[in-house]
């Protein structure tokens, strides 16, 4: 059965270059450093040529700048999902956490390069990646005081508590890997408990 993606991919075979150009990237960015990788490399590792890259990029750090982009959306993204999700606050930030860890370690690749190639950012496009890293933060931050203000959560610092939790996650994504010990559910679920046992719940 012919799904949405292969309709697409068939009507617009661009966007499936683009796709594993970005893919490519990630893997390279990760593996390399950005610095470390040219745009040749990230064009073998895609199957392209290396005039590709600039179809639909017009420098290697706007790449960059693309999955930064659309990995903190993502983010963001399961973030308010999570805090939709209810009203209180112990549940709300013990789905968070499980979220948050889950993508860490099922996205690794991509969120190490994310979350550790900032510094290769523009000034003009870490500005924008800063704007979503500070909603993100927000969102975390709100729920941790407003378990504070209504009793379920005790901590004497809630905006450090909640820098703790977000460094926690991400840092996932420098040291997970498949394959080995424990699988992206096994820390989710675990991450789930340390951040409610910080907080006291």
């Not at 889950?102 to 870490?126: D, I, K, Q």
């Not at 004497?156 to 926690?168: G, H, K, N, V």
């Amino acid at each position: 059965m012919l799904t949405i993606a292969d309709v697409t991919a068939a009507v617009n075979p661009a966007e499936r270059g683009g796709e594993r150009l970005a893919r490519a990237a990630a893997e390279a960015f990760a593996a390399r450093g950005f610095h470390g990788t040219t745009t040749r490399d990230v064009a073998a590792a895609a199957g392209l040529s290396p005039a590709a890259v600039y179809v639909h990029h017009r420098s290697k750090e706007e790449l960059l700048a693309a999955l930064s982009f659309e990995g903190h959306r993502r983010v963001l993204a399961l973030v308010l999902d999570a805090v939709a999700a209810g009203d209180d606050p112990v549940e709300q930030l013990g789905g968070l956490a499980e979220a948050f860890a889950r993508h860490h370690a099922t996205e690794h690749v991509s969120a190490r390069v994310v979350n550790y190639e900032l510094a290769a950012l523009s000034e003009a496009h870490r500005a924008e990646v800063s704007a979503l890293r500070h909603e993100i933060e927000a969102a975390v931050r709100d729920v941790v005081r407003r378990g504070v203000a209504v009793g379920v959560f005790s901590t004497p610092d809630p905006d450090l508590t909640a820098a703790a939790l977000l460094s926690l996650g991400i840092d996932l994504a420098r040291w997970w890997r498949p394959g080995g010990r424990w699988s992206p559910d096994e820390v989710a679920a675990h991450y789930r408990g340390l951040a409610l046992a910080m907080l006291g719940a």
